[in-house]
């Protein structure tokens, strides 16, 4: 069978995409509408995605609204990256069984299972490059991380509407897919394009036979997303990174945001990028068992800066300015690349709107006029 890149399927004719993955024995999950937000979660059918709905996003604001369109991605995102398919909030690692002489432990590798996640957007799949990298790509894998990793088939929808809150056309991460996904998907009108981009991806295209996609509808989906990006209304200037953030260090601005910030840690629990953790021992009644676990931590709290009997960034201004320096400056200089993504969640997801990208150009434009200034300045005439 000759192996397809790229096909169109309508709207009403996108339950043959499911249907084929779900043969290959795929537990479906996509965007739902639960509470008053998209979350992940199983689906069976198209009609459990959210058609019709968008969301609206602002600093601290989230809505959503039904336009009663066919769209079927016309939300973003919620609150959730893919980063709980792979890292998940919580994961246990050991079983402790005490024993005559001592104890015994049993790991708790989780089963591999296959799941297609539909919908996944391309800071997204940015995020998870990146957790990638942390997690398996240093000197230790790690094998619970791999495990759930290993059994993913992404699915990602390229954007062609962006929120107010999004920046990744600045961070050159969106809003179109460029890699790390199995299929990409451009919802035109009524039509999806579909682009396959690893060998299973092309493969189930191929099953699928669909129509070639004309050069017309490919050209429209490109410009799509090209309206997509110059519609961005934040951008993040990372010309002078990370060197700039590491000369604010002294910053009054930190006074100002840390006036702000409550510490929630809300920014780091939906970033898809966060990675910090702690263990945790978790004894049943009986004092017989117990169970080592891994639970996602936050450099927000005061325990995360707790080390050898002495906290290491007491004030809510410490942990606001170690957070953005290290997603900006130090990452950069740790992994190669900028631990922020510019899925602009953190600022939808802030209780008080804290802006990400406000607070990072006020510390740059400071730092900019105090170099402009303490220059040699020539003299007059010359
Ligand atoms: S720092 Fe904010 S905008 Fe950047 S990746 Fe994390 S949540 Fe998204
Ligand atoms: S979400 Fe906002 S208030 Fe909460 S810790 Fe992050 S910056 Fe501070």
């Not at 730092?367 to 003299?379: K, L, N, W, Y």
């Amino acid at each position: 069978m000759a192996r397809e890149t790229c096909g169109i399927l309508s709207r009403t004719n996108f339950h043959r995409l499911l249907d084929a993955l779900s043969a290959k024995g795929y537990r479906l999950v996509g965007p739902m509408v639960h509470d008053g937000a998209v979350v992940w979660d199983t689906i069976q059918r198209v009609s459990d995605l959210p058609i019709g709905w968008r969301d609206h996003q602002e600093p601290g604001r989230y809505r959503l609204e039904q336009t009663g369109s066919q769209e079927i991605f016309g939300v973003v995102h919620g609150p959730q990256s893919l980063k709980p398919f792979a890292f998940t909030p919580r994961e246990p690692l050991v079983q402790i069984e005490r024993s005559k002489d001592g104890f015994t432990t049993r790991s708790t590798l989780p089963s591999s299972e296959k799941v297609a996640i539909i919908g996944a957007r391309a800071c997204d799949l940015a995020g998870l490059g990146i957790q990638d990298q942390i997690f398996l790509q240093g000197e230790y894998q790690d094998p619970y991380y791999a495990t759930r990793r290993g059994g993913l088939f992404i699915i990602a929808v390229n954007c062609t509407r962006a929120l107010q809150t999004c920046f990744c056309a600045s961070m050159d991460t969106g809003p179109c897919a460029k890699n790390g996904f199995d299929l990409a998907l451009t919802e035109v009108d009524d039509q999806l394009l579909i682009e396959a981009g690893s060998e299973a991806g092309s493969d189930l295209l191929s099953a699928l036979s669909l129509s070639p996609a004309s050069q017309g509808l490919t050209r429209q989906a490109a410009a799509l997303g090209d309206a997509c990006a110059q519609s961005q209304v934040r951008r993040l200037d990372r010309t002078r990174l990370p060197q700039a953030l590491y000369e604010a260090h002294e910053h009054p601005r930190w006074d100002d945001v840390a006036a702000r910030c409550l510490a929630c840690a809300n920014c780091t629990m939906v970033c898809p990028t966060c990675f910090c953790h702690k263990v945790e021992e978790t004894p049943d009644l009986t004092r017989q068992n117990s169970e080592h676990s891994r639970l996602w931590d936050s450099c927000f709290t005061q325990e995360h800066g707790y080390i050898h009997g002495k906290n290491i960034r007491p004030t809510i201004k410490d942990r606001y300015r170690m957070w953005v320096t290290h997603k900006l400056a130090s990452w950069i200089d740790q992994f190669g690349t900028s631990g922020c993504v510019g899925c602009g969640r953190c600022i939808t997801w802030c209780p008080v709107g804290i802006d990400l990208t406000e607070e990072v150009s006020a510390l740059l434009k400071s730092s900019e006029q105090r170099s402009t200034s303490s220059r040699p300045q020539e003299a007059p005439g010359r």
